[in-house]
Structures are given as C-alpha cells and as structure tokens.
C-alpha cells in the first residue's frame, strides 16, 4: 500500500529504509560526530543558509515549540491561515505566551499590507509563519512578508515553519533574513517521520540568552554548546540520522534547482487537470503551494470511494483536512514522486470518472 499523493509520510526511497539499518554507534564516538557534522554541512545547503542547524530528535511540531520557547519572552504574532499556523498559535498560547492573532479565512494567504497593519498596532518579539499551509495549499508570500518586516519592525524575529515545501521549493534563509526555519523530516525531505531540522540565526540565538525558562529538550542554546561539538545534549535519533545521509546525498545528486522545478511542474499539472475538470484549487493563483494542491470537490466525488479505487492501484490522495473535509481534497506531489506518478493518478482520477 503505497501513500504516495497524501502530505506526509511520504514514500520513503529503498536505499534511505535500508540506511536505518546500519549498527548503531555510541554518539560520543568520532564515527558517529562525523557524520553528524557531514549532515549539518550539507542540510545547510538545503536550507540555503550559513546559520547553525540543529538535527532534532522530534517531529516538526517540536521545532514550533522550540521557536517559542527560545526566541519569545512575552509577545509573539501568529499569522493564522490554516491549520498547521493555528496549531503553531495554540503552541505559543499553551507555553504561556501573548500570542496575537493575525487570522483570514482558510484558503486565502497572509498579505503584505495586513502584515504591514498588524505590526503598526503593536510591537512584536517575533512572528510565526507558515510557509507552505498543508490544510490549504496556500503558500504564503514569505519574500513580501520579511521584507515589510525588515522595513517595519526590524527587530523582530522572523520565525518560518517550512515543514511541507523545504526541500522542494527553494527558500533561501539568509538573502530572506529569516530567524528561524524549521521542517519535518516525513514530507520533502522523504524521509520517515520523527527527525526534524531547524536552523537559527545569531541575533535569534543573542535573544534567547534573555529569555526565562526555555525548557531543557528543546533549549536551542544547550543544543548548540553540544552542536559545535558535533554531538547532542540528549541521545540523538540515529538510524534517522543515517537515513539523512543517504538522503542528503540524494537530494543534493538531483540538484536542488532540480527538485524544485520537478515539484513546481508536477503541483501544476495536478491543478491544470483539476481546471479542466471543473474543479479549481482553493488557492488563488499567486498563493498556490508546490508541494501540495487543495482542490475543491465541485463533481463531488465521494473521497473515500475515489481511494478505495486508487488504492487497487496502489495510490492513494488525502481528504480535505479538518473542516475542509470532503469539501475539498489534497494531492500532495513530494518528496521522490515524479511526473510519471503524477500522470499515472490523474489517469486514475479520468478512470474513476467513467465508472
Ligand atoms: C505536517 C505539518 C506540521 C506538523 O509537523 P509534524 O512533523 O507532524 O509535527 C507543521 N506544519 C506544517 C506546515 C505541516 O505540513
């Protein structure tokens, strides 16, 4: 059973399985800092950034903690424009923050000229944004919000959640100025669930020397004392880390420019076919995501049957998430899935059609 079209985990390559299964070492072993090193070298690449990067042993979610709890004494502002940016608001509330809220309806995109309004009423330590919204297929015009936010409110932090587009869009940390960029390891970077990376820039990292009570697991300032050692405070997710380095090798022997042109053609032709179909993607056309297209169920397709049908061929696509459900539904194109692939389903969708 394959899950190649749903927004994570994604179909993982067999080589990059088969690297989990390598022994484990001792992680104060120089084999094993070695490698940790090569990781961090070569994920920066990923990232587009020259920042210290963090290897986390957690999902993404634990990433959008960490960001809070480092870089946020008191007051944060949480662009809102889905479900992974409220779930990242509700983070910040449930840490004990100020968390404002700068919120428009799911399915539209956060605009420069909100941004530009909200930050005129209020000073902030930092905001949180959602690169690539996964409910929606929205994605955020981060270029135009860093920038209003350099010209605006140039001390406050840039805190980027890129879990379902790095990898396969190119975010380019530092020309962007962002502070923090995070992602998960189970959606374009195809690799298993439960890794995520984050980098972090000096004047973030200045900030959370200030900031009270940061917690122990996810203190980015006593991860980054065992960093430029090569090592982690805590025992790190090995066999993951192996599967990085194979997966590392992989992404950067495709070429990033690659990657995501193979990405912007595929969520393309997802919605050209869906157009021409009579259902057009939630997103308007300057905010449409790469990774993942939210379509809006105008023939009505009855979802789970559509993957009832997919699924005898090995394919399966994701429902609408939330209250989008069965509203709308979402063919995620990551991570290793190519053209073919995406030819093959919507061979499938035209079938499903005449039956
Ligand atoms: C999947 C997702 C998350 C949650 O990541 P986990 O790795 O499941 O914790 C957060 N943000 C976005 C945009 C996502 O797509």
């Known amino acids: 059973m394959s899950h190649m ?11 990059v399985l088969a690297a989990q299964t390598r022994p484990m070492l001792p992680h104060r072993s120089k084999e094993f800092e070695e490698l940790f090193r090569r990781n961090e070298e070569r994920a920066k690449q990923v990232f587009f950034t020259k920042n210290r990067l963090f290897q986390g042993a957690c999902s993404g979610s634990g990433m959008q903690e960490a960001g809070i709890r480092n870089f946020v ?22 840490n004990g923050k100020q968390a404002d809220k700068l919120e428009v309806d799911f399915g539209e995109a956060i605009t420069p000229d909100m941004l ?11 905001v949180t944004i ?21 010209e605006t409110s140039p001390d406050t932090l840039i805190l980027v959640d890129a879990v379902s587009s790095l990898a396969g869009v190119k975010i380019d940390m530092d020309a962007l100025g962002i502070d923090f960029l995070l992602t998960s390891s189970q ?11 984050a980098a972090a820039s000096d004047r973030a990292m200045k900030k959370a020397e200030s900031v009270t009570n940061r917690g122990w697991y996810f203190d980015l300032l006593l991860m980054d004392k065992h960093r430029i050692k090569d090592s982690t405070p805590m025992t790190p997710a090995m066999s993951l880390i192996y599967a ?38 939630l997103a308007k056309a300057d905010y449409r995501s790469h990774t993942v297209v939210t379509v809006k169920n105008e023939l009505k397709w009855d979802i789970s049957a559509l993957n009832k049908f997919l699924m005898t061929r090995g394919m399966r696509i994701a429902n609408g998430y939330g209250k989008l459900k069965d509203l709308t539904f979402r063919v995620a194109t990551m991570g290793e899935t190519s053209l073919s692939d995406v030819d093959m389903l919507l ?3 035209g079938d499903f059609m005449k039956q």
């Open 73 to 94: 004494q008191e007051s944060v502002l949480s662009c809102v424009n889905g479900a992974f940016a409220q779930r990242w608001n509700d983070v910040a509330i449930s």
């Open 244 to 281: 990085l380095d194979v997966q590392l090798d992989r992404i950067l022997e495709e070429g990033l420019e690659n990657r995501f042109n193979r990405h912007t053609a595929m969520s393309n032709k997802v919605q050209d076919w869906c157009s021409a179909h009579g259902m057009q993607p």
């Open 187 to 197: 959606k374009c970077l195809a690799l298993p669930p439960g890794l995520a990376l």
């Open 5 to 15: 079209f749903v927004p994570g985990p994604v179909d993982v390559a067999p080589e």
């Open 116 to 126: 530009r309004d909200a930050l005129k009423k209020k000073h902030y330590e930092a």
């Open 130 to 150: 959602i690169h690539n919204e996964t409910s929606t297929g929205v994605q955020n015009p981060v270029e135009e919000l860093c920038q209003v936010l350099h």
């Open 347 to 349: 061979n499938g969708f």
